[in-house]
């Protein structure tokens, strides 16, 4: 009898104690991305065998493999990336999905656990929240009166359409104009 190994289940016999800041750590976590190294090599396929069967590129399923997630354009993306990767190894995806949200969870519970821990002055960690990269500024275009004024205009998809709903009003003007000026009363 085989035990199926594509599901991984903690059963816990006591009750859970709680944990120490110290104890806590993400990596204890098993990590989704090791699990889809585990498969892949298993499946005996290489990296860039998977990256053409999910059309990822190789470099996103190397930082996909080695859980830097931060380094991927974002959560919406790792798991997207996740769930392709498992259906190319024909893994089921809730495995890998739950792996990712437990390491999420033991995460969030770390950065809650270090917030409430008193630290003084000298042990205080900055949390900042992750910042966009930031875009550099144009430079403002060069130009005469004109170019200016234009520039406070809205753009020119909307005037077009201005235009065309103008003469559009104007052609049905001008077609009650020409029916009720046949019809109107003689003298």
């Not at 470099?59 to 997207?80: H, I, T, W, Y």
């Not at 990767?85 to 792996?99: H, K, N």
């Not at 966009?132 to 998809?157: F, H, K, Q, S, T």
């Amino acid at each position: 009898m085989q035990a199926e190994m594509s599901r991984l289940r903690v059963v816990a016999t006591e009750a859970p104690r709680p944990v120490e800041p110290e104890e806590l750590d993400v990596d204890e976590v098993p990590s989704p991305g090791g699990y889809i190294r585990e498969q892949r090599q298993r499946r005996g396929l290489s990296i860039e065998q998977l990256a053409i069967a999910t059309k990822i590129p190789a470099s996103s399923l190397r930082m996909l493999e080695n859980d830097e997630f931060e380094a991927l354009p974002g959560p919406v993306f790792v798991k997207g990336f996740l769930r392709c990767c498992t259906r190319a190894l024909g893994l089921p995806s809730e495995t890998v999905m739950e792996l990712l949200y437990e390491r999420e969870r033991a995460a969030l519970q770390a950065r809650r656990m270090l917030a409430q821990r008193p630290s003084s002055a000298s042990e205080a960690i900055p949390v900042t929240a992750p910042q966009a990269p930031r875009v550099p500024e144009r430079p403002a275009p060069d130009g005469g009166v004109v170019r200016r004024a234009l520039i406070g205009l809205p753009r020119a998809n909307a005037l077009l359409w201005l235009m065309i709903a103008a003469f559009v009003a104007m052609l049905v003007m001008a077609a009650f104009d020409l029916v009720g000026g046949g019809s109107g009363p003689s003298t």
